[in-house]
């Protein structure tokens, strides 16, 4: 017998008859064909990037975001990943890379997720292609365990650029801390806020994240994708190295939180996804962002902490804290 989903249970999941007026939003190119740029604004486009990426105009984009599968055997609702040696793997990521490259702007960035292993990979691989400006080590607070090694909770992003001129708006990706040694200068804080709820800074933001929530059944950005990414760790790397109006690219879009996030944030974007099941998703979450611009732990233009969501909720309604 089906289950019966929980009222509060508001994960996306429909398969590709129930979504078939999203899926028909959908961009189809014809792989040999190039396009120009403005078509594929706010598009989410089906189909394979490894054919449709040749065919976007150079120097086109102000900021790529790739999710790419890990080197892990994994089954993408019937699209399946089979992990590959290390060779093999560099090949693939290699060719992707290279044609990213050159669609980016002389003053885009880049930003590549992977985990551990394929981070060994790619991080070498983007040090001979990029000028590699950081590694970002966020936490997954969820995960497996493993009775013979140490439970994998940590995934890396690549930050590269293409030239030494590139945006990074640090001020608009600042976090929101507690403040555990309150210290004052004339009996007023110093640097931080004192509130009915505690004392808080807004911090510069480090490239370790600990403040990341993988998305879960009752939050409303979360789908059955399996490696979808937050929409508060994407809203990071589009608030700092993107500026309103700017195109933002995701070339495995995946359930489109990169599109989702952009629009949010007032940015173009376009995506490529080869599972049409997933475009649908994409499309249907980009209809939902035209009502709701939220994003989960960012609240008046800084992020906060895990677990203060009831702080958030206050600040959002412009309580006094």
């Known amino acids: 017998m089906a289950k019966i989903k929980s009222t509060k249970n508001k994960t996306i999941d429909f398969d590709v008859e129930q979504g078939k007026k999203y899926i028909d939003r959908c961009l189809v190119l014809n792989d040999d064909v190039s396009v120009n740029l403005e078509t594929l604004i706010n598009k989410t486009i089906l189909g394979d990037t490894f054919k449709l990426i040749k065919n976007i105009p150079s120097n086109s984009v102000d900021l790529l975001i790739a999710d790419p599968p890990y080197n892990l055997s994994k089954n993408y609702h019937g699209n399946k990943f089979q992990k590959t040696n290390s060779d093999n793997y560099k090949n693939y990521t290699l060719e992707w890379l290279k044609e990213c490259k050159r669609i980016m702007k002389p003053n885009a960035s880049i930003y590549v997720c992977c985990d551990w292993e394929s981070s060994l990979i790619i991080g070498n691989l983007m040090y001979d292609l990029f000028n590699i400006q950081n590694r970002i080590t966020w936490q997954r607070e969820k995960g497996r365990g493993a009775l013979s090694n140490w439970k994998n909770a940590m995934e890396d992003i690549w930050f590269g650029t293409k030239s030494n001129e590139y945006t990074f708006n640090v001020d608009k990706v600042m976090c929101r801390r507690k403040v555990i040694a309150p210290y004052k200068i004339g009996g007023k804080p110093k640097d931080w806020e004192e509130t009915t709820e505690g004392n808080f800074r807004n911090t510069f933001p480090s490239n370790f994240w600990d403040d990341i929530s993988i998305p879960y059944w009752s939050m409303p950005e979360n789908t059955e994708h399996p490696t979808q990414k937050p929409e508060k760790?994407?809203?990071?790397?589009?608030?700092?190295?993107?500026?309103?109006?700017?195109?933002?690219?995701?070339?495995?879009?995946?359930?489109?939180?990169?599109?989702?996030?952009?629009?949010?944030?007032?940015?173009?974007?376009?995506?490529?996804?080869?599972?049409?099941?997933?475009?649908?998703?994409?499309?249907?979450?980009?209809?939902?962002?035209?009502?709701?611009?939220?994003?989960?732990?960012?609240?008046?233009?800084?992020?906060?902490?895990?677990?203060?969501?009831?702080?958030?909720n206050k600040e959002k309604k412009g309580d006094n804290i």
């Open 233 to 312: 760790l994407i809203a990071k790397l589009v608030l700092a190295s993107s500026n309103e109006n700017d195109i933002v690219f995701d070339p495995f879009l995946g359930s489109g939180t990169t599109s989702v996030v952009a629009k949010k944030l007032n940015r173009r974007y376009f995506g490529i996804e080869q599972n049409p099941q997933y475009c649908g998703w994409a499309e249907y979450r980009l209809e939902l962002a035209e009502k709701n611009k939220d994003i989960q732990g960012y609240v008046n233009g800084v992020f906060w902490e895990r677990n203060t969501l009831a702080i958030q």
